[in-house]
């Protein structure tokens, strides 16, 4: 990440501070969370889960298929960096996956097993409010350095700001019912994505960016959009196969 511009940094700041838009999406501001931060680690890849009502960490969004599984198993389990970054607001950096089985006896040889070899985990934080985690996924054991877990850190407690503040103002719409919300339309997602990928013969990752790209072409959002592909497909023009 050293590489990166201060302009583009910069950038990316602007976006994932920017909660205040109308019709306000947090499934697809947690999604651009996710691949801006992908973005800046090479060879990595980005998982985001939130927590619920309850306080349990539920699966939200992620840069490619392989990663959200693995988040999701580690959602249903009891041991992973991004429980351990949640339960006490501190990351968790440059965990070794082949070795970290003492650690995570459930969860490392999973994530090991599908190509990952280094994990680091960061809590979405606002003071002692920790609102979800971030996990970053490697495929190489390389450590990253103090100045991009500063950077990554700052990114997740840029972004659990700008939900909290999101929920301060948004006129009485408390977050945890927008997480609610938000946690119904993921499994139509997941629904649509198989929809999708299913009409057009393509993976489930390039339908997500279908699903994505149609959505925002037509200034829609990506639940509304998921619903109609799996309860009325041909009503989608440009996305139902022929």
Known sequence: MSTVSAERLAGIFVEVADTMVAEFDLIEFLQMLADRTAGLLSAST???????????????????????????????????????????????????????????????????????????????????????????????????????VQIVQALADV?????????TISHGVALTEQLQGALNSRVVIEQAKGAVAQAHGISVDAAFVMLRAYARSRNQRLGDVAHLAVTDFGRLPGLAAS
């Open 46 to 148: 980005v998982g985001l889960l939130l927590a619920d009502p309850k306080g349990q960490l539920r699966f939200m969004a992620a840069s490619d298929e392989a990663t959200g599984l693995i988040e999701l198993f580690q959602t249903q389990g009891s041991d992973g960096p991004c429980l351990d970054a949640f339960r006490t607001g501190r990351p968790v950096v440059n965990a070794d996956l082949r070795t970290a089985a003492p650690q995570w006896p459930r969860f490392a040889p999973v994530a090991a097993s599908v190509g990952f070899r280094s994990i680091h985990a960061f809590p979405l934080r606002l003071r002692r409010e920790v609102i979800g985690a971030m996990g970053v996924f490697g495929t190489d054991s390389g450590d990253l350095g103090d100045a991009d």
């Open 159 to 167: 972004a659990a700001i700008g939900l909290l503040q999101h929920r």
